[in-house]
């Protein structure tokens, strides 16, 4: 089987979370997939970031929606890094990226992207927002979508499947068997999140997940060799 394994905002346990410098190091560890975050500025721009407002992740404060992309350009996201928007992240690395979406706004504007350059084999669009999913979808007929969850029951497998969504990205720490076994019994693939420690590894492996999404490069070591 094919274990998967995502970097969480690049490399985010080692580098500047959703910073170019993160997705390079996350390409250079030979992570699988880069998982990402998306945001609509006050002009836009489709820029990364996970949270809605700037003050955890940079030197500046308010919300990202308030934001013109150049008054985004000017604060520091971590080391010097500057936030990126999506377009610069496609040119920097040529890893599969998995970006997530916040609303139906930013399936629309990612929705022209992946047309433009012809983005569906390369970018899975994943989103907590079922609503999300089937704009990005209606958009871009055959983009690969995913319905991440943190708090859900074995209803999250039919939210999944009435979303026109092919994976699961679930909260590790909530998984259970009947969860994965009716997931799998819609044909639906699963990831788990967020996979730091050896204990979570296995558990993704005893449950034998699709992959793995992590803020730490040395999962993909070990997890070859964890049954």
């Known amino acids: 089987m094919n274990f ?19 997705f390079v190091a996350a390409q250079q560890a030979g992570l699988d997939v880069i998982e990402l975050d998306l945001h609509l500025s006050k002009d836009g721009a489709l820029v990364v970031m996970h949270d809605t407002e700037v003050d955890r992740t940079t030197d500046g404060s308010g919300a990202i929606a308030d934001k013109t992309l150049a008054e985004l350009r000017s604060l520091d996201a971590g080391r010097g890094e500057r936030i990126p928007v999506f377009e610069e992240v496609l040119d920097a690395v040529r890893t599969p990226l998995q970006a997530e979406i916040k609303d139906v706004a930013a399936a629309r504007a990612l929705s022209e992207v992946m047309r433009q350059r012809d983005l569906v084999s390369r ?34 497998v039919e939210r999944a499947t009435a979303a026109g969504a092919a994976t699961l990205c679930l909260d590790i720490r909530r998984l259970t068997l009947e969860v994965v076994e009716h997931a799998r019994k819609a044909d639906l693939r699963i990831i788990g ?16 997940l699709d992959g793995a999404t992590t803020d730490y490069p040395e999962i993909k070591r070990t997890g070859r060799f964890t049954a």
């Open 123 to 156: 970018v899975e669009v994943s989103s907590f927002h079922d609503e999300a999913i089937t704009e990005i979808a209606r958009l871009v007929p055959g983009v690969r979508t995913a319905l991440v969850a943190g708090r859900y029951g074995t209803d999250v």
């Open 193 to 208: 999140w967020v996979v730091n420690t050896q204990d979570h590894l296995r558990l993704a492996r005893a449950f034998e």
């Open 4 to 22: 998967l394994t995502i970097g969480h905002r690049g490399v985010m346990g080692v580098e500047p979370e959703n910073t170019l410098r993160s």
